[in-house]
């Protein structure tokens, strides 16, 4: 099972993330190196995860205000391999079209579009304005990730994509926002349910991951990868290639 570092970025630092209450998140602290600039925590979570990609939740665009373009750019440059999984807040596919265009226009000493490229754009349940904007995202294969949204039992999801796993696309992310930061395990039980309802996806879970037996269980569920930010920063999953951080076989690539 692969693991995708999370950085979650706010006001250009990265913020430790808890139970999805944005309003209260705080500047990262990390035993992987000291401070909260975007840059040098990319890094530290690839290199420590083995990880060429990284999931990144722009906070500034998810609470309505401008995506923090110059910080994205900074990543896609210092990380010249990075696959950047971006979750902004996007409507629809434009408007993560728009953004991608943004972040690689400017990027000195990149090729036009090639920035842009190793964008993979993560539209949400919770941001999607239509079911429209849902079959339109996905119409062509790989073209980006859905995120199915919950807190509390509650699916985040006013455009009713949990009701039409005919329109999910490929890859398709569990993301159970109370377990975020909050030590209380990975909801198996929704994963294993969204991966009844479409078998052939590849499902990554997110939140709740805690130590290695969490991915252990969470594999054994079948999870194709897991989203994580807090136990790596506290030091409870240890370097790839340890047997702490897990070495079993990655599952085959679906189209």
Known sequence: ????PVIDLMRGQVVRAVRGDRQSYRPIVSTLCAGSDPVEMARALCRHCASSRLYVADLD?????????????????????????????FADAAAAAALRERIGALADGVM??????????????????????LRDAFAQPGTG?????????????????WDHPEL??????????????????????????????????????AGGIRNADDLARAQAAGAYAWL???????????????????TAPHPPRRP
């Open 61 to 89: 665009a998810l609470t309505g205000g401008s995506a923090q373009t110059d910080v994205l750019r900074a990543l896609l440059q210092a990380l010249p391999t990075l696959e950047l999984w971006l979750d902004a807040g």
């Open 1 to 4: 099972m692969l693991l995708i």
């Open 112 to 133: 036009p579009g090639a920035a842009a490229a190793r964008v993979v754009p993560v539209l949400a349940s919770e941001s999607l304005r239509s079911l429209g904007a």
């Open 145 to 161: 990730v859905l995120s199915l949204d919950r807190r509390d039992g509650h699916r985040l999801d006013p455009a009713g994509c």
């Open 228 to 246: 994580v930010a807090s136990a790596l920063h506290d030091g409870r999953l240890a370097a790839a290639g340890s047997e702490a951080l897990g």
């Open 168 to 205: 999910w696309p490929g890859r398709v992310i569990v993301m159970t926002l109370e377990r975020v930061g909050a030590d209380a395990g990975p909801d198996l039980d929704t994963l294993r349910e969204v991966r009844t309802r479409a078998p052939a996806a590849q499902v990554v879970g």
